[in-house]
């Protein structure tokens, strides 16, 4: 991963130990509100772990008071069209590179986790909250909808009444509501954050690669496909791991 850590990177904070990467939203002073420079320097970041079989966990986390207050609104509109800002994302799929990310992703959230950084969270595989956490998505009072997969991954993660809940009412969650809906995994004291963060990492880190790998390729496929396509795919999947360990041993 030479080329992520030698980056100076201005808007995240990248730090590699073992098998664990961490990426840390860093503009605390705006509560680290998403913009332009920060969706480039999380590309760069996401591709060279992409790219980096040792890497086995990636944890996501914000500095400063917040996890994320979600796109920062001083940069909205400032795209020369329409059009050009469509093909500028899709150049960029940050958001691809989350959710098809090989190695174990953990986001630990707390404080404001609104916006944009909510569904940055939502693409992750296991999401950690401290009991401070607030989360809402207020794309709709803004006269816009959720652009960062939350349409599909927030119903997936909580149900359709739910999920339209809060996207339409734009109602705010705290850490136990998030908790008792499924919209977190766990629900842990803001001051154990981290230490439980790492623990888990660690804990994912130790798990064989190739079957990491499959089992999170056999879930996320499996969701859009009947159940008898999903048990074909499992099988298949598994069959792969097995000769794999059998190579290895």
């Given at each position: 991963?030479?080329?992520?850590?030698?980056?100076?990177?201005?808007?995240?904070?990248?730090?590699?130990?073992?098998?664990?990467?961490?990426?840390?939203?860093?503009?605390?002073?705006?509560?680290?509100?998403?913009?332009?420079?920060?969706?480039?320097?999380?590309?760069?970041?996401?591709?060279?772990?992409?790219?980096?079989?040792?890497?086995?966990?990636?944890?996501?986390?914000?500095?400063?008071?917040?996890?994320?207050?979600?796109?920062?609104?001083?940069?909205?509109?400032?795209?020369?069209?329409?059009?050009?800002?469509?093909?500028?994302?899709?150049?960029?799929?940050?958001?691809?590179?989350?959710?098809?990310?090989?190695?174990?992703?953990?986001?630990?959230?707390?404080?404001?986790?609104?916006?944009?950084?909510?569904?940055?969270?939502?693409?992750?595989?296991?999401?950690?909250?401290?009991?401070?956490?607030?989360?809402?998505?207020?794309?709709?009072?803004?006269?816009?909808?959720?652009?960062?997969?939350?349409?599909?991954?927030?119903?997936?993660?909580?149900?359709?009444?739910?999920?339209?809940?809060?996207?339409?009412?734009?109602?705010?969650?705290?850490?136990?509501?998030?908790?008792?809906?499924?919209?977190?995994?766990?629900?842990?004291?803001?001051?154990?954050?981290?230490?439980?963060?790492?623990?888990?990492?660690?804990?994912?880190?130790?798990?064989?690669?190739?079957?990491?790998?499959?089992?999170?390729?056999?879930?996320?496929?499996?969701?859009?496909?009947?159940?008898?396509?999903?048990?074909?795919?499992?099988?298949?999947?598994?069959?792969?791991?097995?000769?794999?360990?059998?190579?290895t041993t």
């Amino acid at each position: 991963m030479a080329d992520a850590g030698a980056h100076a990177f201005q808007t995240i904070a990248f730090e590699r130990e073992g098998a664990v990467a961490s990426v840390a939203l860093n503009r605390p002073h705006v509560l680290n509100a998403y913009n332009v420079q920060m969706r480039d320097e999380l590309f760069a970041a996401l591709s060279a772990v992409h790219d980096d079989p040792t890497v086995r966990v990636l944890v996501l986390r914000g500095n400063g008071r917040a996890f994320s207050s979600g796109g920062d609104l001083r940069e909205f509109g400032t795209a020369p069209s329409p059009l050009v800002g469509r093909w500028v994302r899709w150049r960029r799929d940050v958001w691809g590179l989350l959710g098809s990310c090989p190695a174990v992703t953990v986001a630990a959230v707390h404080g404001h986790t609104a916006g944009s950084g909510l569904e940055m969270a939502l693409l992750c595989d296991i999401v950690l909250a401290a009991d401070d956490v607030t989360m809402f998505l207020p794309e709709t009072s803004r006269a816009m909808i959720p652009g960062v997969g939350g349409t599909q991954t927030l119903p997936r993660a909580i149900g359709l009444g739910r999920a339209l809940d809060m996207t339409l009412a734009c109602s705010r969650v705290d850490a136990r509501e998030a908790r008792r809906i499924a919209l977190v995994n766990r629900m842990i004291p803001r001051s154990e954050l981290v230490h439980a963060t790492k623990a888990l990492a660690e804990q994912m880190a130790a798990l064989p690669r190739p079957a990491v790998v499959a089992l999170k390729r056999a879930v996320s496929r499996g969701l859009d496909l009947a159940l008898s396509d999903g048990l074909a795919l499992e099988r298949r999947l598994a069959a792969g791991v097995e000769r794999a360990r059998g190579e290895t041993t």
